[in-house]
């Protein structure tokens, strides 16, 4: 079993609506949840950064998470075809002075339709 | 912009040759990572650098790959005899002050 379980997808929504991606994971050490943004041949692009349990807000997107759980979530509000790309959950533990070392979703792709 | 370069961006070499990929960040960081990401699959952590010190490698980092650091500035990948199956994107990061990471845009390596 993968430390972090992500559905692959595809995902395909009508453009404004709420996109809603999820990740769980099993590794209770894990502190710092991020959401990147991929897409096509290019590099993951930090979208939302959370530490510990509870939401966060930036623009259309929120991220919450539910360490109780084990679970994270990312929403995306009145989405738009520019939002169709590969996103991906990562997380770790805390830093113990050495480095954040990040454990990977395998992605899961969305498509935002006219 | 990232604040990261990656050189090459793409890569195609014969099995059994040997790459070399660099990674420059734009500005100092002390943190810098090497991840691999495969199609269909998120980058996976190969090795990480504390200025020119490399703490960390991942069992993922064979006797065939090498990483340097060594002025705890811009990174060297290595990658000898290549195999097909180090086919992949492979990513450099920086960490910033805080906890988080920022991306290149990659190298795609393609064995043939």
């Known amino acids: 079993q993968k430390e972090v379980e992500q559905d692959p997808g595809p995902l395909s929504v009508p453009e404004g609506a709420i996109v809603s991606l999820n990740c769980t994971y099993s590794n209770s050490a894990f502190q710092y949840f991020m959401w990147y943004r991929q897409y096509s041949r290019k590099g993951p692009e930090l979208l939302m950064y959370?530490?510990?349990?509870g939401n966060k807000e930036d623009g259309r997107f929120t991220a919450q998470v539910d360490k109780s759980s084990k679970y994270i979530s990312l929403f995306i509000r009145d989405s738009q075809p520019s939002d169709s790309a590969t996103y991906l959950c990562?997380?770790?533990?805390?830093?113990?002075?050495?480095?954040?070392?990040?454990?990977f979703g395998t992605g899961t792709q969305l498509k935002v339709e006219l | 912009d990232t604040g990261v370069s990656q050189d090459p961006r793409h890569k195609i070499t014969k099995r059994g040759q040997n790459v070399t990929f660099r990674c420059d960040p734009i500005s100092e960081h002390n943190r810098l990572y090497w991840y691999r990401q495969t199609l269909g699959q998120g980058p996976e952590f190969l090795t990480y650098?504390?200025?020119?010190?490399?703490?960390?490698k991942s069992r993922l980092l064979s006797d065939r790959f090498s990483a340097e650091r060594p002025k705890g500035s811009f990174s060297t990948l290595e990658i000898q005899r290549t195999e097909q199956g180090d086919s992949a994107m492979y990513l450099c990061a920086v960490g910033t002050g805080g906890d988080t990471i920022y991306f290149g845009e990659g190298s795609w390596l393609t064995v043939v």
């Open positions: 959370t530490y510990s349990s």
């Open positions: 990562a997380m770790s533990p805390i830093l113990t002075g050495g480095g954040n070392k990040l454990t």
């Open positions: 650098f504390q200025n020119e010190a490399q703490l960390e």
